[in-house]
């Protein structure tokens, strides 16, 4: 069975090299990829979740969802600050600096930032 999430994309290179950096910290790689396509999974091997990120079908620019956001699971909060730190240099945009949120959890450390094309993500670590 194939899990997924999709997220739209304005400029598939800048997308690309801002995925490779922050998802490598996490472990994860490119999966497969077509014209406008790309996907990644832990390891970058197949029978898991498949994180997508496209061009939409339908030829109109990506938009961003209100209340929509992607959670990425780390394992240690150095992975969180790291991931955090790669999305910064390659073109994402702040949204919440890496640190503990105690109102989710007693040990909830988290980063919250926005990819190059504007869609909230965030990253985990929460044993």
């Known amino acids: 069975m194939n899990f997924y999430v999709t997220l739209g994309d304005r400029d598939p290179e800048a997308s690309a090299a ?20 790309r996907a990644y999974s832990e390891g970058g091997l ?6 997508w990120i496209v061009r939409p079908f339908d030829g109109e620019p990506a938009s961003v969802g209100n209340g929509t956001m992607v959670g990425f699971p780390a394992k240690t909060r150095a992975q969180v600050d790291a991931f955090h730190a790669a999305a910064l240099a390659h073109g994402g945009s702040e ?11 007693p040990d909830w450390y988290a980063a919250y930032l926005r990819d190059p094309s504007g869609n909230k993500l965030a990253v985990v670590c929460a044993p």
Do not use: N, Q
Not at 46 to 51: A, S
Not at 95 to 105: F, S
């Open 18 to 37: 801002f995925y490779d950096a922050v998802l490598a910290v996490l472990g994860w790689s490119k999966l497969t990829e077509f014209p406008g396509w």
């Open 95 to 105: 949204e919440g600096a890496p640190g503990l949120r105690p109102h989710y959890g």
């Open 46 to 51: 197949p029978g898991g979740f498949t994180f």
